[in-house]
């Protein structure tokens, strides 16, 4: 049966990392990037393990140097999600990422110092098969294709990207995910909208320098979660200056409100009004708190008034519409009891017998 929001889902090629395949009618993998500096092993694999805690998928770290290549094998030793070395300029790194075990690499192969180069990496991958997955970000396009367009258009996004794949296709290598991403949501949108017409390489997608938490999020909200809904990606990473947690967060809370089927609660609460009985923000935030770890998918509703509440919040499995100093349960849109006192710690005890 067709998923609602799903019914569109451009199918890519599939294209396995590690122990997870992406593409294909896989479910879309949230990724995020560490941002410890590289020298600093400990905090690198610390925050590695709480990405994983937080449900990350697909972890990249960046290795600027030969040096940090130790990082791979300290990180896949603490955390058993695929592990993305992000590279620039160097393919000595990425062939040492590739003996040291690291399951993709991000990197342009245009931007490795030749085709003698891309020669050597693209055998390497394929020797492992490690997929490899091109970033074409507006900010740093080739002088010529600037040059050709004159402003990072989404055509000119796209004939990077092509050209950075037709540097692996010419050394028969296909394990290739591609990124194609902007500040400028309107501009990547209509990038990944071509790309996706022009190839089936799984997409991943993101708004590049989304900004601070609070525009960053809107900014992520819109240009990765309207492509989802046009069927287009197969990973995302939500960029936020601000914890990489956060952007795992973010990332699933983008999946669900895109109808993408997402483990974990759900909480729906009513934006308050002059019917409010109930303090609704502090209860759905302490909700929300006492349900983290809790896996099932489920719709948790807090609404301020029996008036419109239990309407409102029709689609919720379980909920709570407030009374004077009391609340009423509802359970998938049936009338259940009224609860007083603790009326959070009885909710989220109707919530794990469910
Ligand atoms: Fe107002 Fe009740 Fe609707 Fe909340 S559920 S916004 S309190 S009418």
Do not use: W
């Amino acid at each position: 049966m067709r998923k609602e929001g799903q019914n569109m889902r451009k199918v890519k090629r599939e294209v396995t990392i590690g122990n997870l395949t992406i593409g294909g009618h896989n479910p879309v993998a949230v990724q995020t990037m560490l941002n410890v500096r590289a020298d600093d092993v400990a905090g690198n694999v610390a925050q590695a393990v709480r990405v994983a805690e937080a449900g990350c998928q697909i972890v990249r770290v960046s290795v600027p140097t030969l040096e940090d290549v130790r990082l791979i094998e300290a990180i896949k030793n603490a955390v058993d999600i695929p592990l993305v070395a992000d590279i620039h300029f160097n393919h000595r790194i990425a062939l040492a990422c590739v003996d040291a075990g690291v399951d993709k690499i991000r990197l342009n192969p245009g931007n490795i110092g030749g085709e003698d180069h891309v020669k050597e990496v693209a055998a390497a991958c394929k020797a492992k098969n490690i997929p490899i997955r091109i970033g074409v970000n507006a900010g740093s396009l080739e002088k010529e294709v600037l040059a050709k367009y004159g402003a990072p258009v989404p055509e000119a996004l796209v004939e990077s990207a092509m050209y950075h794949v037709s540097l692996l296709e010419k050394y028969d290598f296909d394990n290739i995910v591609i990124s194609i991403k902007s500040s400028n949501v309107p501009r990547m949108m209509e990038a990944y909208r071509l790309l996706s017409e022009r190839c089936d390489y799984p997409l991943h997608v993101g708004v590049t320098e989304a900004g601070t938490y609070r525009m960053g999020l809107i900014k992520s909200g819109m240009g990765i979660g309207g492509l989802l809904m046009e069927g287009i990606g197969d990973t995302l990473r939500v960029s936020l200056t601000d914890e990489p947690e956060k952007e795992v967060q973010a990332g699933f809370d983008i999946l669900r409100a895109a109808g993408h089927a997402v483990g974990g609660p759900e909480i729906i609460s009513c934006p308050t009004c002059g019917r409010t009985n109930i303090p609704v923000a502090k209860i759905a935030d302490e909700v929300e708190q006492r349900l983290k770890g809790y896996k099932k998918p489920i719709k948790v509703a807090v609404m301020g008034c029996v008036v419109n509440g239990p309407g409102e919040a029709r689609e919720a499995d379980i909920g709570i519409a407030g009374g004077k100093d009391e609340a009423l349960l509802f359970i998938r849109g049936e009338k259940i009891r009224i609860l007083r006192g603790d009326i959070v710690g009885q909710l989220v005890d109707e919530i794990y017998k469910l």
